[in-house]
Each structure stands twice: as structure tokens, then as C-alpha cells.
Nanobody, 124 residues
Framework: QVQLVESGGGSVEIGGSLRLSCVAS????????VGWFRQVPGKEREFVAA????????YYADSVRGRFTISRDNAKDAVNLQMSSLKPEDSAVYYC?????????????????WGQGTQVTVSS
């Protein structure tokens, strides 16, 4: 079992950057595949990026590919989401999620463990 905590959210101007981090407050995240999702009030949760526990491949939603980078920092037992060239439509609550399984997982229903979320707001 693992408990996840996100950090790094905040307000940023259009075109700016933020780095979100996901760490385990209980357990270790290093043996879990991790995904980042986001949700805007009134809309369905949206997949953003995923990385397997080995960290050897990554997968992104079309809307963020080329602007966001998901990576593992095993020294800090964290999974980061580097977000660049931010747009107003990137504003949302961002969640990290984990599943103890091999491979990449892009559906929210694949993940049993979720963090509490961190707000990202992009404005002019």
C-alpha cells in the first residue's frame, strides 16, 4: 500500500513553467507505475502522462505531448511532472496515481492509489 502526496502547484502566467512532484508519505513509490491526471470542476478526469516503475518509457496525452515531461527521481522516491509552455486550458487540479503493476496505465480506473491533488492555475 502507498499513500501519495502531490506538491508544486500554484499560479503561473501563460507560457510559464511548473514542476509537480508526487511522493509517498507511506510506502515507496519506486515499485509503482505512476500516472498524472487532471480535472476541472464539472468535467471528467483527464489522463496527462504515465511512467512505468522501471521509468524506461513514458506516454503523454496529445494535449500535453512536447510540453510536459514525466520522470522518476529514485533518489528522492518521487515522480515529477515538468510542465512548460503552460496554457490557460492546463488549469486544473492535478493528481498523481499509482498502481503496483508492470507496464503503462492510462485509465484512471487502473489506479487504486491517488493523492489529494494540487491546483494549477494558468492566467495572463
Amino acid at each position: 500500500q502507498v499513500q501519495l502526496v502531490e506538491s508544486g502547484g500554484g499560479s503561473v502566467e501563460i507560457g510559464g513553467s511548473l514542476r509537480l512532484s508526487c511522493v509517498a508519505s507511506l510506502g515507496t513509490i519506486s515499485r509503482y507505475a505512476v500516472g498524472w491526471f487532471r480535472q476541472v470542476p464539472g468535467k471528467e478526469r483527464e489522463f496527462v502522462a504515465a511512467i512505468p516503475w522501471r521509468g524506461n518509457i513514458t506516454y503523454y496525452a496529445d494535449s500535453v505531448r512536447g510540453r510536459f515531461t514525466i520522470s522518476r527521481d529514485n533518489a528522492k522516491d518521487a515522480v515529477n511532472l515538468q510542465m512548460s509552455s503552460l496554457k490557460p486550458e492546463d488549469s486544473a487540479v492535478y493528481y498523481c496515481a499509482a498502481v503496483q503493476a508492470v507496464g503503462l496505465w492510462i485509465r484512471g480506473s487502473d489506479y487504486p492509489y491517488w493523492g489529494q491533488g494540487t491546483q494549477v492555475t494558468v492566467s495572463s
